[in-house]
């Protein structure tokens, strides 16, 4: 049925080829002489009824009417003279303001008009009309009840023992029953209403021996939903009331979920819901947290990781074809039938945990504009390569589980997700569970950035959770280049907020290692052989927020002329005031870094830009080079000295600085509030003044004093800050 509107509580009749009430006579010239008679209706649409029988109409505007091309199924038993029956079916359509046969599509088969039976006494009619429903009925049809949010739901009359030439009455009734609910979360256009043995579909069909017709509800099969969970979709006010049409019966245990089934509320033992009757309209006004209204949190949307019973496993050709759904934006179904991303207002859909089984694929970039939206769903055993080649879009609600990249190879960018993201991208409510990241070049003689979800991020990353084991190593004999290693990203320019450990009853391991050396007498030939790692980023000039993380953080095998290595952050870098570049969002904010960092060796190489060898750790950030604010932070967790390395003692021209909070501070401006170190330093070397090797429990060393503002909590024989001013970068 089109688009039509009812006047709320009235009902419309309309009569169809006059209105004959009275029957023919026996007497009557016409009831013997063998001639058909076309049959007289009158149509009356039904108005729903709640539960005090008070009329309440299916959609509550205006006038409601059959219009143009609306067809209806007329199935008849005749009673004979004689006491013998027949029967007929007739599909009538509404043309030109007129009922008429429906004429069959296949002129082989050409339709015949239902008529009274010359010999006919008596005949008892049955219709129905189902919205979606535009031509003669073969067999059966079968439809979604989701459906119904946006059409009329279906009608059933049925007109008893009318006599012979009989004007036929047709009141019709709703075969569903109606259930508004209120109180709900407003500002949301769409519920699901899910329940055990839930009959979410419906099906009309027609039996050619009898010509009878049969209605039923039924849970849907996989043909009507192939591998997607059974619901019934009700459109909400946006106000926090929602309506659903049903199948009568037994509502009393149900939930009411976000779309694609995220958790909402959960409703046990209503009694006003134990049974909903058909043509009838149920109000429920529900009080969450009420006792029989349990309300679910974000977390309740995600499945279990470790629950591999309704993966969908992908091949080659299936983990290619979805990829380049989505780089397209188009719904794909996988060659076996089963639908796993759909289109919807937002953005691309997924719509079941898949598995990628460690099969290779070709990666496709995520294009600007383009929102992949994960709906709570995990991708699983993704291996050998990111899945995008660069986000461009919007990444959200996605989790990947099982991923492994082993890189022999050139390392430029590496990160699960994807190498890069852009400006324009924005990944958002992610989560990542055990996910190993080995890079092993033979050389590294350029940048290298290296983390895994990202390896080069210029875009926005908000809502991220770790959990299982993460592991991001990096591993090279001939490393001349630089080198930036993070636990989530190995470079980042844009926005990082809300990073925490993934709360799922398993303990969460999360191990940052750099390997990365010269090669034996050839320092002559490098130009910077740079190590920036952290648990978090391994550089950031960008802005940190709101990230809690306990990480093992190492560079103990490393050697490099600058060697930054914090808990959360490598090297925080803004630019001095004056400079190219200058900006106003390199920043930490309400941070912890519960982390056991050790910094690496530091060489000095003479014909170096820096020309100085630099080795700086931190509880927090290695060094933190004129950044805007550091504010409301925490570090914990301990930070090692060099005692691993036998006999260790800084080579000549070559700095070292370990800080319970920050290896090194530089830049006056920088505001630096409200941060506790707490990370207790581990080394039995002592500082002399001979040697340039510098322990503070707040920060190795600092130009100016950060004392005022911050604090300490941990024990040790150092000063807050262990060197103050004399350092110029």
Not at 382 to 409: E, H
Not at 552 to 572: C, E, F, N, P, R
Not at 579 to 593: D, E, F, H, M, R
Request: hydrophobic content about 35%.
């Amino acid at each position: 049925m089109k688009k039509r509107t009812l006047i709320p509580f009235v009902f419309f009749a309309a009569a169809l080829c006059g209105c004959a009430d009275e029957p023919f006579t026996k007497d009557d010239p016409r009831y013997r002489n063998e001639e058909e008679l076309p049959i007289e209706f009158v149509m009356e649409f039904p108005s729903m009824v709640n539960e005090t029988q008070q009329n309440v109409s299916r959609v509550q505007k205006e006038q409601f009417a059959f219009e143009e091309g609306d067809v209806i199924h007329v199935s008849a038993t005749f009673t004979l003279i004689g006491g013998s029956t027949s029967v007929g079916y007739d599909c009538l359509e509404l043309r030109d303001g007129q009922w008429a046969s429906k004429e069959n599509d296949d002129p082989n088969t050409p339709a015949k008009p239902m008529t009274w039976p010359w010999d006919a006494e008596k005949a008892t009619f049955r219709v129905y009309y189902l919205a979606h429903s535009t031509g003669i009925l073969v067999e059966n049809t079968e439809r979604l009840l989701d459906r119904l949010c946006n059409e009329a739901d279906p009608v059933y009359a049925e007109a008893v023992d009318i006599p012979y030439g009989g004007a036929v009455h047709l009141a019709f009734s709703h075969l569903c029953a109606k259930l508004t609910v209120s109180g709900l979360k407003s500002g949301e256009n769409e519920f699901w209403l899910q329940k055990t043995s839930l009959q979410d579909a419906f099906s009309l069909s027609r039996n050619s021996a009898d010509e009878s017709l049969d209605f039923k509800f039924f849970e849907s099969t996989e043909t009507l939903r192939p591998g997607l969970d059974r619901r019934v979709t009700g459109t909400s006010d946006g106000e926090g009331s929602v309506t659903f049409y049903l199948a009568p019966g037994d509502y009393s245990d149900m939930s009411i979920t976000y779309p694609y089934g995220l958790a909402y509320l959960t409703l046990t033992d209503i009694a006003e819901l134990e049974n909903l009757e058909a043509n009838t309209a149920y109000m429920l006004n529900i009080n969450p947290g009420s006792g029989n209204v349990d309300e679910a949190d974000e977390n309740d949307w995600w499945p279990d990781p470790d629950d591999n019973e309704d993966d969908v496993k992908l091949d080659t050709p299936d983990i290619n074809g979805l990829l380049q759904a989505i780089h397209d934006g188009k719904e794909y179904t996988t060659q076996a039938g089963t639908p796993i991303l759909a289109i919807d207002e937002n953005g691309t859909v997924l719509l079941r945990n898949l598995d990628f089984q460690d099969n290779p694929f070709k990666w496709q970039v995520l294009p600007n504009g383009t929102v992949f939206d994960g709906k709570y769903h995990y991708i699983k055993n993704v291996k050998g390569s990111a899945l995008f080649s660069q986000i461009n879009g919007r990444v959200s609600n996605l989790g990947i589980a099982g991923g492994k990249i082993d890189q022999q190879a050139d390392a430029e960018n590496t990160g699960l997700l994807a190498p890069t993201s852009s400006v324009s991208a924005v990944m958002n409510n992610l989560r990542l569970k055990n996910i190993a990241i080995t890079v092993m070049p033979t050389l590294i003689d350029d940048v290298c950035n290296i983390g895994t979800l990202i390896g080069n991020n210029s875009g926005t990353i908000i809502g991220i959770e770790l959990g299982g084991t993460i592991s991001v190593h990096v591993e090279s004999a001939n490393a001349p280049g630089r080198v930036h290693i993070g636990g989530l990203v190995g470079q980042t320019s844009g926005s990082i907020s809300n990073v925490a450990l993934l709360d799922d009853n398993d303990p969460v391991h999360i191990n940052v290692t750099c390997d990365c050396q010269f090669p034996e007498g050839s320092d002559e030939g490098y130009a910077e052989g740079d190590r920036y790692v952290g648990g978090l980023a391994g550089l950031s000039t960008g802005r940190i927020s709101d990230c809690t993380l306990s990480a093992t953080v190492s560079s103990a095998d490393t050697q490099g002329v600058l060697m930054y290595t914090g808990g959360l952050i490598g090297m925080l870098r803004g630019a001095e005031e004056g400079q190219t570049g200058s900006t106003s969002t390199v920043s930490l904010s309400n941070s912890i870094g519960a982390c056991d960092v050790t910094g690496g060796l530091a060489y000095s190489l003479d014909n170096t830009i820096n020309g100085e060898g630099r080795s700086y750790t931190g509880g927090l950030i290695g060094y933190t080079y004129c950044a805007t604010s550091i504010t409301d932070c925490k570090s914990l967790g301990k930070v090692y000295g060099h005692d691993y390395q036998q006999a260790f003692h800084p080579y000549d021209n070559t700095y070292y600085a370990l800080g319970g909070a920050f290896g090194q501070i530089y830049g006056a401006n920088t505001s630096i509030t409200g941060v506790d170190a707490r990370s207790e330093i581990v080394t039995e070397l002592a500082f002399t003044p001979d040697v340039l090797y510098f322990i503070g429990l707040f920060a190795g060393r600092s130009d100016i004093d950060h004392a005022n503002g911050n604090s300490n909590h941990n024990s040790g024989n150092y000063d807050f800050t262990g060197e103050i001013g004399n350092i110029h970068y």
